[in-house]
Nanobody
Framework: VQLQASGGGLVQAGDSLRVSCTAS????????MAWFRQAPGQEREFVAA????????DYVDSVKGRFTISRDNAKNTVYLQMNSLKPEDTAVYYC?????????????????WGQGTQVTVSS
């Protein structure tokens, strides 16, 4: 399984940004996909997850109502739409995948990782 993340950048507080994760290497119908983030000196933090089969989602409380995770089956791509960005959202964002349907939120439960994309939100 290969995951390719893209779409990070530098934005101002209140702006929107979408990051993408394109997956390849197998059929993902029985997989769950997730976004994690890691700020300097911080632990890797769960952001959002989606069950590929039916689109069920889960979010960390701090992004609920601002971020939306979605998937495009035809493109094998998962998106994280981030609105109303705050400086505290600044981090490297990683996409991750593992088989199964449970929307786990611990980074060590995910088998495959993308390379990360930097999101910087200025105040």
């Amino acid at each position: 399984v290969q995951l390719q993340a893209s779409g990070g950048g530098l934005v101002q507080a209140g702006d929107s940004l979408r990051v993408s994760c394109t997956a390849s290497g197998r059929t993902f119908s029985n997989y769950r996909m997730a976004w994690f983030r890691q700020a300097p000196g911080q632990e890797r933090e769960f952001v959002a997850a989606i069950r590929w089969s039916d689109g069920t989602t889960d979010y960390v409380d701090s992004v609920k109502g601002r971020f939306t995770i979605s998937r495009d089956n035809a493109k094998n791509t998962v998106y994280l739409q981030m609105n109303s960005l705050k400086p505290e959202d600044t981090a490297v964002y990683y996409c991750a995948a593992r088989s199964g349907s449970i929307l786990n939120t611990n980074w060590y439960e995910y088998s495959y990782w993308g390379q990360g994309t930097q999101v910087t939100v200025s105040s």
